[in-house]
């Protein structure tokens, strides 16, 4: 087919070079875009790093880290006689935990097995979107939640059950990370190979027998770590345990009582009790350094058993 007698051969090698230098541009663009949003959010990770150790450090000074670490009371607003014991605070951190994961430890394995061995495609395209969306409802939902709903149907069981307590919030943190732990163990049972359980049939081994011998098992790290990252995201939760849980800081292991965890405490704070500059006000971020080092502690034993464990197929 012959060219137009307007479109000679020059104009078209020009258009082909100018084609091919925006493509060069662009090519040679897009990393450098894509380094500078990474290194944008670990200058976000350092900035907030750094200014919590700056201001705990000043907390510091005006508290012993020791009586911070070993005291068991915890009364910040009181003039004169205040006191720094962390104790309470995680002690009610880690009550509201256990509860949550023996709620959401077994319904979300079990929904994981459910869905990854029993359900048929049909059945999982429904179960596993309407799962997911526990995942969507916020927080401060659940916390009225609990509030309103979950605490007055235990005040019918225990009557001596008060309006904040423990046992309320322990359990809708539970249900709210089960979609979490459902999906992530149900991907890792996914993704062992069907000829494994194919090979346990043949022999002679029942469904069941080849979902708890065979595939989770092989499965192990991805749910482990599935139940590292839930707790790690009950021991951050706030509007929860804010608004069912109480403020009440006390080194107590009965779920009946009103308990104060260190995210709601941060909230309570942060909420105008303490003015800025004040021992009250440095604490918070003390109490956050706390719950950093909890948080990041789990994500890196989840990250630990990922890898250890991980079986290659």
């Known amino acids: 087919m012959a060219l137009p007698s307007s479109y000679n051969v020059r104009e078209l090698i020009k258009e082909k070079k100018s084609k091919k230098s925006a493509a060069q541009i662009l090519e040679k663009a897009v990393p450098s875009l894509l380094f500078v949003l990474a290194f944008i959010s670990i200058l976000t990770t350092i900035g907030i790093v750094l200014t919590l150790i700056f201001e705990t450090i000043t907390f510091f000074t005006r508290v012993s880290i020791l009586d911070f670490f070993t005291q068991k009371e915890w009364y910040p607003f009181f003039e004169g006689n205040a006191s720094y014991g962390i104790i309470a605070l995680i002690s009610g951190t880690l009550l509201v935990t256990v509860i949550a994961v023996i709620v959401a430890v077994p319904i979300g394995l079990a929904s994981a097995i459910f869905l990854s061995e029993y359900a048929s495609d049909r059945t999982r395209r429904i179960i596993k979107p309407i799962l997911e969306v526990l995942a969507g409802i916020p927080t401060i939902v659940y916390g009225f939640f609990a509030l309103t709903f979950v605490t ?59 979902s708890l011998k065979v595939v989770l098992p092989a499965a192990i790290s991805g749910i482990v770590a599935s139940f590292v990252l839930g707790i790690s995201r009950v021991i951050g939760e706030t509007m929860i345990v804010t608004l069912a849980g109480g403020a009440t800081p006390k080194l107590t292991f009965d779920p009946t009582e009103s308990i104060q965890t260190m995210t709601a405490y941060i909230v309570q704070v942060s909420s105008g009790d303490a003015g800025y500059g004040t021992t009250v006000y440095y604490s918070i971020y003390a109490v956050g350094m706390t719950l950093f080092v909890f948080t990041l502690a789990m994500n890196v034993l989840a990250q630990f058993i990922s890898r250890r464990f991980r079986e290659e197929y």
């Open 152 to 210: 007055p149907i235990l005040q019918k069981i225990i009557p001596d059950l008060g309006i904040f307590n423990a046992l309320s919030p322990g359990i809708v943190v539970g249900i709210m990370i089960v979609p979490m732990i459902a999906s992530l163990s149900e991907d890792a049972m996914s993704s062992v190979p069907s000829s494994m359980r194919q090979g346990a049939l043949a022999l002679g081994a029942t469904k069941l027998e080849v």
